[in-house]
Nanobody, 123 residues
Framework: VQLQASGGGLVQAGGSLRLSCAAS????????MGWFRQAPGQEREFVAG????????DYADSVKGRFTISRDNAKSTVYLQMNRLQPEDTAVYYC?????????????????WGPGTLVTVSS
């Protein structure tokens, strides 16, 4: 499975961005999808995850209520709508696909990773 994220960029605090991650080379609907991020000098952290059907989602406490993950299995694409962005959201955002049954916050549950897209939030 190949993943390609897009939609990152520079935004002012309080603004919004929508990330997309297009998958190819596999059966998208059989993968749990996740978004992770890594800020400079910090470890990679879980942001959001969505089940294969899209009915179940999970969010890190730091983004709950501001970010929304969704997926379109017909388009083999997962999205991350990010609202009320803050400078601490600045990071490289990665999408990941995992052949798991449940949404996981652990990076090692995901087998495939995209190259990442940079999100910069200015104050």
């Amino acid at each position: 499975v190949q993943l390609q994220a897009s939609g990152g960029g520079l935004v002012q605090a309080g603004g919004s961005l929508r990330l997309s991650c297009a998958a190819s080379g596999g059966t998208f609907s059989t993968y749990v999808m996740g978004w992770f991020r890594q800020a400079p000098g910090q470890e990679r952290e879980f942001v959001a995850g969505i089940s294969r059907s899209g009915r179940a989602t999970d969010y890190a406490d730091s983004v709950k209520g501001r970010f929304t993950i969704s997926r379109d299995n017909a388009k083999s694409t997962v999205y991350l709508q990010m609202n009320r962005l803050q400078p601490e959201d600045t990071a490289v955002y990665y999408c990941a696909a995992g052949p798991t049954t449940w949404v996981s916050r652990r990076g090692n549950a995901y087998d495939y990773w995209g190259p990442g897209t940079l999100v910069t939030v200015s104050s």
